[in-house]
């Protein structure tokens, strides 16, 4: 694979491209949507999403975390692949894209939507680089659950109504904590040699116990948050989403008798699949009537 291709990680996008999809639906069930708007939000998303990994792949090498050791995929920088500097710069590149690309959502949204692209800007890189980098203080999740979830579900609602609401927020949590899921078993994968490294991540700090039922509990959350649904009226946005609750209770238990060895990798493809899964049919559901 080209090392490019490969440092952005296509497996992860994911994480960016469900959460503005559901908040497209869930302004088209209010009678709002606009192409142009949730085409440029998807693909502002996509590219920071980007420019994340690009800095997480350069950064994580300078820093030790990824040596020739890893236990998870191969990482570009520390697999010499591609020189460091390069990589930092193509992350900046990407972010300068999106910037553009945003510049039309800011004349559209105003100040919300200005606000919203320079924390994502900003956040890209302080994620895992600058003086107190995100990851390496503990606050891996919450970031994802905030910026993967609520941000970008609801400024996707707001480009296309102008306005929030509850509905947004709940969709947000739901599909933010199912992304953090992802982070959570990379970083109970990860545990042993981030301690060695000195990335403080949760599942570092507080041990394997903490990692799993971390893991477990935010595979489920969303599940009982999504009762929700039925008090603000969008019955199918409760119902459809628990097609995805066998894969959710296989994954749980899994998480739950999980050690920090390659056998986690095939735990990170299945916390993908109940992501794309499970907000894919809450968009569909908001959709019906």
């Not at 910026?147 to 480009?159: C, E, K």
């Not at 920090?260 to 299945?270: E, F, G, I, K």
Request: hydrophobic share 55%.
């Amino acid at each position: 694979m080209n090392p490019w291709i490969l440092a952005s990680r296509p497996r992860t996008l994911g994480a960016a491209v469900i959460p503005v999809l559901a908040g497209a639906a869930l302004a088209f069930s209010t009678g709002e949507f606009h192409t142009i708007a949730t085409a440029l939000a998807l693909a502002c998303g996509v590219l920071i999403q980007i420019a994340t990994n690009y800095f997480n792949d350069a950064i994580d090498h300078v820093k030790g975390t990824d040596t020739h050791d890893r236990i998870g995929p191969l990482r570009v920088t520390s697999g010499g692949l591609l020189p460091f500097r390069q990589v930092v710069t193509a992350g900046f590149a990407v972010l300068g894209l999106a910037a553009l690309l945003a510049v039309p959502l800011v004349l559209k949204g105003g100040w919300v939507i200005l606000l919203i692209g320079l924390a994502s800007l900003v956040c890209a890189y302080l994620y895992t680089g600058g003086p107190w980098p995100l990851a390496y203080l503990g606050l891996g999740e919450i970031f994802v659950v905030l910026f993967f979830g609520l941000i970008a579900v609801g400024g996707t609602f707001y480009l296309n109504t102008l306005d929030f609401s509850g509905a947004s927020l709940l969709a947000g949590l739901q599909i933010g904590l199912h992304s953090s899921v992802l982070l959570a078993v990379n970083n109970l994968r990860d545990l042993e040699g981030d301690r060695l490294a000195g990335k403080q991540t949760l599942a570092a700090r507080l041990g394997l116990a903490f990692a799993q039922n971390e893991s477990a509990s935010l595979v489920i959350a969303p599940f009982v948050l999504g009762f929700m649904w039925l008090g603000l009226g969008y019955f199918w946005a409760f119902v459809l989403p628990l097609a995805a609750l066998p894969l959710a209770w296989w994954l749980a238990r899994a998480c739950l008798a999980a050690t920090p060895d390659r056998s986690v990798n095939q735990l990170l493809a299945h916390s993908a699949a109940l992501h794309a899964i499970f907000g894919l049919l809450l968009a569909i559901g908001f959709l019906l009537p």
